[in-house]
């Protein structure tokens, strides 16, 4: 198994800047993709942020493009998201996840290992 441990976030207002961490430990070998999620209040978990092993592929869904920034280091022991000019569409509750599969497509059923989460509230 993988046991991931978040830390950052916060509230910050319009136009701010935050930093998530995600620092994974155990089985971390069989782990293909790593990624962020995120889910607001009455709204369905989604995709925000994806990065495959070898850090040469991402995905991010098109609310965030050009915005966020995830990244891999320690060689894969931690995941980190950099989010920049926030907007309160982005305030959920963030999650970081990890799966075997080569190809999870953002679904969240595809993920096997989860953080706690961490709220990320931006307000105007």
């Known amino acids: 198994q993988v046991l991931l441990v978040q830390s950052g976030g916060g509230s910050v207002q319009t136009g701010g800047s935050l930093r998530l961490s995600c620092a994974a430990s155990g089985d971390i070998r069989s782990v293909r993709f790593m990624a962020w999620f995120r889910q607001a209040p009455g709204k369905l978990r989604e995709g925000v942020a994806e990065v495959n092993s070898t850090g040469g592929v991402t995905n991010y869904a098109d609310s965030v493009k050009g915005r966020f920034t995830i990244s891999r280091a320690n060689a894969g022991n931690e995941l980190d998201l950099q989010m920049d000019n926030l907007e309160p569409e982005d305030t959920a509750m963030y999650y970081c996840?990890?799966?075997?599969?080569?190809?999870?497509?953002?679904?969240?059923?595809?993920?096997?290992?989860w953080g706690q989460g961490t709220q990320v509230t931006v307000s105007s």
């Open positions: 996840a990890t799966t075997r599969s080569r190809s999870p497509r953002f679904i969240p059923a595809s993920y096997e290992y």
